[in-house]
């Protein structure tokens, strides 16, 4: 294994990490809009939290597809071939998800409005849910022969681990979500927000749990890389911890950097166990190694250049849009409830 190459796998991870920490809060917010929200005044402040943000943090997702398609394309063909039908799932999602804010604006009759909040709410979860279902079953290792073709069964896409596996991460997108909420608005849509949250984080907790003993059951993260895997996990729960410390003390920030993180831990977590493969096989022999699944060094070498000239200034770029809407949003008064 190369320098450049590990140095590309370690960015889809970085890539990922911004995805979930970012988008994570759009999912959170997309299912609090009839999960949470109780009337059109506060669905109204609810959508406007994320209204500058939402397309913008799903471009992290495009980015990691797109760098996976060009320095990994082995990985590429076999995950987006094997998990053709999820993604595709989770392609309407997004779709529903993202034209739901914009038909519900333009919507003359509360019917539709109807319509296209529950299909924002619907879409947000599916997404997280079925993100979490396809990394986690990911982990655990799949049918793939020797030229890293999957032929799965409907049990290996689907199953306790990754059923699991979706919960948590739906889980960790609604809180964090709610956290991002406390963070943007005032009043009654801030107070509840950490109400809800008090009651939600031990049930994360207890998810947390479960999670970590079917994943001990049903991967070789803890005999191949026990030291690591331990210390991800023990950083998860740390930061679980400090994000429930932060809604009962009401440090807003606190709150959501922990649950962000907490998201990044799980990324983290599958890229860890994943190394120094991109595809994990029941057969071992038929993994697909990251040395074996790379473009040319040639290829590697130019993306790198051309990365690292254009990232600062998308950086710069994302820091600037939410330094513009850093504003806190008023709840809609009691009077008018």
């Known amino acids: ?26 999912f959170g917010i997309g299912m609090a809009v009839r999960f949470f929200a109780k ?49 595709f799932l989770i392609l309407v999602a997004l779709i529903f998800r993202g034209v739901s ?15 296209w909040e529950w299909a924002a709410s619907i879409g947000s979860f599916c997404a997280a849910f079925l993100f979490g279902m396809m990394f986690v079953s990911m982990i655990q290792g799949m049918p793939i022969d020797a030229n890293g073709n999957i032929f799965g069964s409907f049990t290996d896409y689907v199953n306790w ?24 608005t005032t009043g009654e849509l801030r107070d509840r927000a950490q109400k809800w949250s008090k009651i ?22 803890f005999t191949k890389k026990p030291v690591s895997t331990w210390s991800i996990l023990i950083a998860l729960v740390i930061f679980t911890l400090a994000a429930w410390w932060g809604a009962q003390a009401k440090h ?3 709150s959501f950097i922990a649950s962000g ?39 590697l070498h130019l993306m790198t250049i051309l990365t690292f000239t254009i ?14 809407f850093y504003k806190r949003l008023k709840s809609p008064r009691a009077a008018e409830q």
């Open 1 to 26: 294994m190369t320098n450049l190459q590990l140095l590309w796998f370690l960015l889809i991870g970085v890539l990922f990490s911004g995805f979930f920490f970012l988008e994570g809060f759009d």
């Open 39 to 87: 009337n059109r005044d506060e669905r109204d402040v609810v959508i406007q939290t994320i209204g500058p943000h939402w397309d913008g943090n799903e471009v992290w997702l495009i980015t990691a597809g797109g760098a996976m398609f060009a320095s990994f394309p082995m990985w590429y063909a076999s995950l987006f071939s094997g998990y053709y039908l999820v993604l």
């Open 101 to 115: 804010f914009e038909f519900r604006a333009n919507m003359q009759t509360d019917t539709w409005r109807n319509f």
């Open 161 to 184: 681990f990754s059923l699991v596996g979706g919960v948590a991460v739906s889980l960790l997108c609604f809180i964090h979500g709610l956290n991002f909420l406390r963070l943007k």
């Open 200 to 221: 939600l984080y031990p049930v994360l907790l207890a998810g947390e749990v479960v999670f970590v003993i079917l994943l001990y059951l049903t991967t070789d993260f």
């Open 252 to 254: 807003d920030w606190a």
């Open 261 to 299: 993180l907490s998201l990044i831990s799980v990324v983290v977590l599958i890229f860890n166990g994943l190394f120094p493969r991109v595809m994990i096989a029941n057969n071992s022999a038929n993994s697909i190694l990251i040395k074996n699944a790379s473009s040319s060094p040639y290829t």
């Open 311 to 324: 990232l600062p200034i998308v950086l710069i770029y994302f820091i600037w849009s939410y330094w513009v």
